[in-house]
Nanobody
Framework: QVHFVESGGGLVQSGGSLRLSCAAS????????VGWFRQVPGKERVEISC???????TYTDSVKGRFTIARDNAQHTVYLQMNSLKPEDTAVYYC????????????????????WGQGTQVTVSS
C-alpha cells in the first residue's frame, strides 16, 4: 500500500509545542511536493504548510512564525514542528503528496494531493 503514516499528535496546553511526523510508506518523497493539512469536523481539509522538492516552503498566514516544515528524504519523512500552539490549532492533521507538482503552490486544494494517511489528532487546551 502507498500512503503516509502521520504521528506525534496529542493533547497540549496553549503555548505548548508538538512535533508531527509523516512517514512515506511504499513510495519516495523525493519527487513530490508534500503538504501538511488540517481538518476540523464539518469543514474542509485545508493546507497549512508545504515542502517543495527544492527545499522551498510555504505557510498559511495563521501558522507563519509558529510552525516549521522540514523534510528528510533519506528517512522518507516530513516533519511539522508546531510552537506557540493555540486552541484554534485543534484539528486532525494529515499530510499528502502532490503527484503533479514538485513545487508548492500556497493554498493548493486537498484534491490535488494523494497518499493520505489516517491523520493525527492535535488538541490544544486553553
Amino acid at each position: 500500500q502507498v500512503h503516509f503514516v502521520e504521528s506525534g499528535g496529542g493533547l497540549v496546553q496553549s503555548g505548548g509545542s508538538l512535533r508531527l511526523s509523516c512517514a512515506a510508506s511504499g513510495f519516495f518523497l523525493d519527487y513530490y511536493a508534500v503538504g501538511w493539512f488540517r481538518q476540523v469536523p464539518g469543514k474542509e481539509r485545508v493546507e497549512i504548510s508545504c515542502s517543495s522538492t527544492d527545499g522551498t516552503t510555504t505557510y498559511t498566514d495563521s501558522v507563519k512564525g509558529r510552525f516549521t516544515i522540514a523534510r528528510d528524504n533519506a528517512q522518507h519523512t516530513v516533519y511539522l514542528q508546531m510552537n506557540s500552539l493555540k486552541p484554534e490549532d485543534t484539528a486532525v492533521y494529515y499530510c499528502g503528496a502532490n503527484l503533479m507538482r514538485t513545487r508548492c503552490s500556497a493554498g493548493a486544494p486537498a484534491h490535488e494531493y494523494s497518499y493520505w494517511g489516517q491523520g493525527t489528532q492535535v488538541t490544544v487546551s486553553s
